[in-house]
């Protein structure tokens, strides 16, 4: 057996207004003038001198708003590499990714892709990223996904719909400053933060879970049901509480696997565009068979808030769709043999993906 | 405010039989041939060929057994550094450290040492290392300590006893085997695993506390509870939880700080050598005062196992000893201030202190 040696965050700051930090940080890494750094920022922010009053440009740095109603594509980092190679003559000092898991995603594969030859689609897969990434740094402003801690940058591709995995993915850098969720829509607090809850129940109910996993991912299900079941304590600390819950809960997935719920949301996201998130909550609704407890703690959660998540989305879907999506979802082959064991073909049948499919 | 920026170790590899894979992990980080790697190795395991034959040596690699029967010193730290120079043309390729606490803090000294001027006890204190340390590796063959994931490495000095706590301390690699802990001696075994107890309390009952602390403390304080008042679990689960409740409290550290008992186990392995984790337990033991519920938990772990700790170490102390580990006690003010507030000196007396130690 051989285990991963797992490349870790080189450097972390936690802490309410730790963002006012920012400059500091990065001012010993600009490598010199003509370097700039690049702050991809989530568009929410645009015209928020709360936030953007506190990244101070110098010389060529460049601020990009970016919107993430669209989960990111290897297009798009391609032509934000492309972009960046054009308006500077040397590269970067650094990448600076400001948002949720689609900003923090991009600015990890455009770090990548600014060292390493040819296309973003290229690296989609395990261990083909050759050469260090430039210096980045991660900003989550909304928590759940776990992307601040990974070592994968989740991307749609030509051809599917899977993360650039490799040890220069994770951040040189994460700054984890709660107060920056303070405004996250309520629907969007409520489907990013299930996405660290279910992947902490795929991680935990996997055939691959060791004391490492489970200890991160038995912590993080912890604070989300202080968060989403209990309502355990102030706004603030929900905030706190939830940042740390998405930091081990992607942790926990470091020694193991998320299963069922991701590899069919891959599946939705791949063909409908259904942001991950979301996908991830219409698709766990499903799941009764694979998850029980976790499924009806789940539904508990959904009344609690009020959330009433999009029915009949495939309803309308011909055949080559269903075949589009299925082909995308038993791709994920670690998913699947994590949450059913090594023999899960005898079991996962495109006939069963088929009929959950139709469900949602 | 201004959060630290914590560094954390750079990879880490988890998982029963992890270390065959030491030798892997080390080759492509072989400067050259003259620039050996050099194993600090507890000498429990000399003549132990199911740890040391997988060791390789290869070139001018050296492999140095090393008693950790006493804590570990600045002047150690000197020798160990003048030896390696003077053996070797050429700076090592890396320093790998096997064994518990006393061994990780000597490795993680020797690889500091080795690229700045002077002497270690120069630089016992905060932030006091200039140059990057060379590359080094901690293998835990005990837990407890929280060493191998820290980024101090508590030594004795001529004048104090104080950690070299700097950005340059964390290892760049850590192994977590459980399985090298199979034979620690039931004694070492609770006495290194209640200093992870006792540091989780110290850091949960502290006004330094934030939610990142908060979620690694209250995890390990879990598995504490799992391991020595439980016993949940094989033999083998339970040397697995008890190496994550050390990698998990040492990082709750990171972001707090350790109190009373710390402060005034300092003092006893100043002036008397009590090994770390046994004078952590024996100062514990009286400090109802300020831990009652951590105290009456570790009051009943004790007995659970049958474990009987030395009295009368300061019975027949003199005047002078007794103000000499009221100094030490006393200078950990960052400690103090941790367990009791800004204005811990109001309460916090050189007779308290004394009154304390005569109990002990």
């Known amino acids: 057996m051989n285990y991963k040696n797992y490349p870790m965050v080189s450097r972390v700051v936690f802490g309410r207004g730790s ?10 890494k600009r490598l010199n003038a003509k370097a700039p750094f690049i702050f991809l920022v989530d568009d929410v922010f645009k015209g928020n001198a709360w936030l953007t009053s506190r990244i101070s440009l110098a010389y060529d740095d460049q601020l990009l708003f970016i919107s993430a109603d669209e989960e990111p594509t290897t297009s798009q980092v391609d032509e934000l590499v492309e972009q960046i190679i054009l308006n500077h003559t040397d590269r ?25 030859e040819g296309e973003s689609k290229d690296y989609q897969g395990w261990d083909l990223v050759k050469t260090p990434a430039i210096y980045h740094v991660g900003v989550p402003t909304i928590s759940g996904t776990g992307a601040e801690v990974s070592r994968t940058t989740v991307l749609t591709g ?42 902490c129940v795929e991680s935990l109910k996997g055939t691959y879970l060791n004391a490492f996993s489970q200890s991160y991912g038995e912590k993080s299900l912890e604070l989300c049901k202080e968060i989403f079941v209990d309502g355990d304590g102030s706004e603030e600390e929900l905030q706190d509480k939830l940042m740390m819950a998405s930091w081990h809960g992607g942790m926990s997935i470091a020694y193991s696997q998320v299963g069922v719920a991701h590899a069919l949301s891959y599946g939705l996201g791949y063909l409908l565009g259904t942001k991950h998130g979301l996908g991830n909550c219409i698709v766990f609704d499903h799941l009764e068979e694979f998850y029980p407890e976790g499924v009806a703690l789940f539904k508990r959660m959904k009344k609690i808030h009020g959330i009433i998540l999009p029915q009949g989305l495939c309803s309308k879907l011909d055949e080559d769709e269903f075949n589009t999506m299925i082909d995308v979802a038993l791709a994920m082959e670690p998913l699947w043999e994590n949450a059913m064991g090594k023999n899960w073909k005898q079991t996962i049948t495109r006939e069963k993906l088929r009929a959950l499919y139709e469900k949602m």
């Open 19 to 28: 963002f006012n930090q920012l400059n500091d940080i990065l001012a010993p």
């Open 92 to 116: 970067p000092s650094g990448i600076i990714g400001i948002g949720g898991g689609t900003l923090l995603d991009l600015s990890k594969a455009v770090a990548i892709m600014l060292t390493n």
């Open 158 to 199: 030509p051809e599917k719909k899977l993360g650039i995995n490799s040890d220069y993915t994770p951040f040189d850098q994460v700054i984890l400053d709660p107060e920056l969720t303070k405004d996250v829509p309520k629907d969007q607090w409520f489907y990013t933060g299930m996405d660290c809850y279910i992947h």
